[in-house]
C-alpha cells in the first residue's frame, strides 16, 4: 500500500483525519527541518492539548531548547561506557534463560531487556514487568487518537500510573544515572516542573516501548530473512541502522502547518495537518536502492526511523547499542528458528511484534538450524 500511495499518490489529502499524508523521503524530511511552518505544539494551532501530553516531543522553541539540553546533558552525564557492559551482561543472561526450549522472545528477551537497560540509565530499580504490559498499551494507543478519539482516557490513566513512578524516582535514585543528574539541576533551570515529568515519562517509555519494538521487529525481519543474521557481526553499527530502517517501529509522525507554505510542489495551508509516513519514506527508491531489501552493509542509510531535526530521538545512540549487543551475540548462536506466527500489535503509529515464539540453540543442536542450514 505504501508504495502504491508513494509512486501514485505521494501526497494526498485525507479528508476524515484534515490531514496531508505524505510518502516521499524528501517531503517528509522537508517538513521535519522546516520548524518555521511546522509545528509539533497543536497549541499554537488552537487545539486543546491535556497537560498531561505537554512534553518535549510536543513542544516548540522556546519551550523546547531547555528541557532538551537539561535532558541531554542528564544523558550524557551517564557512563555509557559501563552501562555497555552492563547490557552485555543482561542479554547474556536472558538469552540463556531461553536456550535450548521454544520462548516468546519479546516477552522473555526484547522486554526484559529494554525495561533493565533504561531503568539503568535513568539510575533507577526496574518496575515490575506485569505493571509496564499493562500500562503501556494505552499510551501506546493515545498515539493513535485521530483515528480513535474513545481511546484518550485510558491513555491519560495509564500516564497517570507512571506519572507516580516518575515522581517517586525524582528522590528514590542511584547516583550517576539520570534522574539524578535532572533532580540535582531542576530548581536552578527554571524550566516548567509538569514539562520535565511529562517529558522524563516519555523517555522511560520510549526507552523501553520504541525499543522493544525495534528488537521483536529485527528478530521478526531475521526470523523472515535465514542467513541474515549470521552476517551482523560483519559492520554492526550500519547493520542496526538498516533494521531501524527496514522494520520502522515509528510509522508515522504528525505535524500542524503553521502558514501557507509549498512542499515538494505543494501548496500547503496553515492549519493543515501534515502526517508524515516514516515507515514509507524508509522505503523510498528514490533514496534506497533495494528499499525492499534487508541489506546490512547498507551505506549511506539516511532513514528517518529516529526522526529529524529539532525533535530527532534523544535515545537513538541508547536504542543502537542495545540492539548492537543483542544481534552481536544472537549471530553467535547456531540455530534461531521461528516456532509460530508472529502476533502483530494493532498499531498504526508505533509498529511492533507482541508475540514471538523462536527456539534458540547456541550448541548445534540440528532440530534448531536456522533455514539455510537445513
Ligand atoms: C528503537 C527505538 C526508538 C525509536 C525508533 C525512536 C524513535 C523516535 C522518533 C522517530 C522520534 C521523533 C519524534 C518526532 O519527531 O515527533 C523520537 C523522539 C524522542 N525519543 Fe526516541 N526512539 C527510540 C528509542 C528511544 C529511547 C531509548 C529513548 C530514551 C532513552 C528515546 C527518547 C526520545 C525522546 C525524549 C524524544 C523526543 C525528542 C525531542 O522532542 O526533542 N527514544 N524517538
Not at 530499580?125 to 480513535?148: C, N
Amino acid at each position: 500500500m505504501y508504495s502504491a500511495w508513494r509512486e501514485n499518490d505521494p501526497f494526498f489529502w485525507y479528508e476524515e483525519l484534515g490531514t496531508w499524508v505524505l510518502t516521499r523521503h524528501e517531503d517528509c524530511t522537508a517538513v521535519l527541518k522546516r520548524l518555521d511552518c511546522f509545528t509539533s505544539d497543536w497549541r499554537r494551532l488552537g487545539e486543546g492539548v491535556p497537560d498531561e501530553l505537554v512534553m518535549l516531543q510536543t513542544v516548540d522553541p522556546p519551550e523546547h531548547p531547555p528541557v532538551r539540553r537539561l535532558l541531554t546533558a542528564a544523558y550524557r552525564a551517564c557512563d555509557h561506557v559501563a552501562l555497555v557492559g552492563r547490557t552485555a551482561s543482561r542479554v547474556t543472561a536472558l538469552l540463556a534463560g531461553v536456550d535450548g526450549r521454544t520462548a516468546d522472545l519479546v516477552d522473555e528477551v526484547a522486554l526484559p531487556l529494554t525495561v533493565g537497560t533504561i531503568c539503568d540509565l535513568l539510575g533507577v530499580d526496574p518496575p515490575d514487568l506485569a505493571l509496564l504490559r499493562r500500562v503501556s498499551p494505552p499510551v501506546i494507543d493515545t498515539m493513535d487518537a485521530g483515528l480513535r478519539p474513545e481511546v484518550i482516557p485510558a491513555g491519560l490513566a495509564a500516564r497517570a500510573e507512571l506519572d507516580e513512578m516518575i515522581e517517586r524516582w525524582m528522590s528514590d535514585h542511584r547516583p550517576g544515572g539520570m534522574f539524578a543528574y535532572v533532580s540535582q539541576k531542576l530548581d536552578a533551570l527554571g524550566a516548567d516542573r509538569r514539562l520535565v515529568m511529562n517529558s522524563l515519562r516519555s523517555t522511560f517509555h520510549a526507552g523501553f516501548e520504541s525499543s522493544a519494538r525495534l528488537l521483536s521487529l529485527a528478530l521478526l525481519a531475521f526470523t523472515d530473512n535465514p542467513g541474515v543474521l549470521p552476517k551482523f557481526t560483519g559492520n554492526p553499527e550500519s547493520a542496526v541502522q538498516e533494521v531501524v530502517r527496514y522494520t520502522s517501529q515509528v510509522q508515522v509522525l504528525a505535524r500542524g502547518c503553521l502558514t501557507d507554505t509549498e512542499v515538494g510542489g505543494h501548496k500547503v495551508r496553515g492549519g493543515d495537518g501534515v502526517t508524515l509516513i516514516i515507515g514509507a519514506a524508509n522505503r523510498d527508491p528514490a533514496v534506497f536502492r533495494e528499499p525492499d531489501s534487508l541489506r546490512l552493509g547498507r551505506n549511506p542509510n539516511p532513514h528517518l526511523g529516529f526522526g529529524r531535526g529539532l525533535h530527532a530521538c534523544l535515545g537513538a545512540g541508547v536504542a543502537s547499542m542495545q540492539a548492537r549487543v543483542l544481534f552481536t551475540e544472537l549471530a553467535g548462536y547456531a540455530g534461531v528458528r521461528r516456532d509460530g506466527e508472529p502476533v502483530m500489535w494493532d498499531s498504526g503509529t508505533l509498529r511492533g511484534v507482541r508475540a514471538l515464539p523462536v527456539t534458540l540453540s547456541r550448541g548445534g543442536d540440528p532440530a534448531c538450524a536456522t533455514p539455510t542450514d537445513r
